[in-house]
T-cell receptor, first 115, second 111 residues
Framework: NAGVTQTPKFRVLKTGQSMTLLCAQD?????MYWYRQDPGMGLRLIHYSVGEGTTAKGEVPDGYNVSRLKKQNFLLGLESAAPSQTSVYFC??????????????FGPGTRLTVL | RKEVEQDPGPFNVPEGATVAFNCTYS??????FFWYRQDCRKEPKLLMSVYSSGNEDGRFTAQLNRASQYISLLIRDSKLSDSATYLCVVNSDTGFQKLVFGTGTRLLVSP
């Protein structure tokens, strides 16, 4: 049982390049989330999904797109990377049975640098 | 004003000390509250949920004061392994599990 995994762990991009971050969970969770963490800002929600085939915008969605074609996978895309997107990206998942008490389980993170 | 505010620290304490962290939140409609722990360059992990009646898990005690919109975490008998950043987290409940994270309080426990 791997929990939540993220690919890749590190990436360096040039401004304007595109990339996709992959998140996979093996806990049969309904809800999945993408966050970014920047110094002094705390984790901020980018996009989330409440089930296969559904996605929604979080707090800071601009410049990102997501897809959830399979229940276990949640993809985060950067269409045209900008230096402001340099950050640590965390994926998380939760069961979805109780939105008040469910625990969110996080992946190990992807460190992205945009030059 | 940030929705969840914490003292960033760092708190430097010797082993065996008792240390307390505080957190305030601004959304009075918040429904649930948590403390997460984050080790350096690692992912956040749930430490404990926080209930109105207060709850304890070993050396850790969490308290919630809804009237003052205040959450606390007390660590007794600090261990070197407690060194980490502690994130105060609030579920603002906008129809799904939207967690709002504080920026964290860093704890350094020294021998």
């Amino acid at each position: 049982n791997a929990g939540v995994t993220q690919t890749p762990k590190f990436r360096v991009l040039k401004t304007g390049q595109s990339m996709t971050l992959l998140c996979a969970q093996d806990m049969n969770h309904e809800y999945m989330y993408w966050y970014r963490q920047d110094p002094g800002m705390g984790l901020r929600l980018i996009h989330y999904s409440v089930g296969e085939g559904t996605t929604a915008k979080g707090e800071v969605p601009d410049g990102y797109n997501v897809s959830r074609l399979k229940k276990q996978n949640f993809l985060l895309g950067l269409e045209s990377a900008a230096p402001s997107q340099t950050s640590v990206y965390f994926c998380a998942s939760s069961g979805g049975s109780d939105r008040f008490t469910d625990t969110q389980y996080f992946g190990p993170g992807t460190r992205l640098t945009v030059l | 004003r940030k929705e969840v505010e914490q003292d960033p620290g760092p708190f430097n304490v010797p082993e065996g000390a008792t240390v307390a962290f505080n957190c305030t939140y601004s959304n009075s409609a918040s429904q649930s509250f948590f403390w997460y722990r984050q080790d350096c360059r690692k992912e956040p992990k749930l430490l404990m949920s926080v209930y109105s009646s207060g709850n304890e898990d070993g050396r850790f005690t969490a308290q919630l004061n809804r009237a003052s919109q205040y959450i606390s975490l007390l660590i007794r008998d600090s261990k070197l392994s407690d060194s980490a950043t502690y994130l105060c987290v609030v579920n603002s409940d906008t129809g799904f599990q939207k967690l709002v994270f504080g920026t964290g309080t860093r704890l350094l426990v020294s021998p």
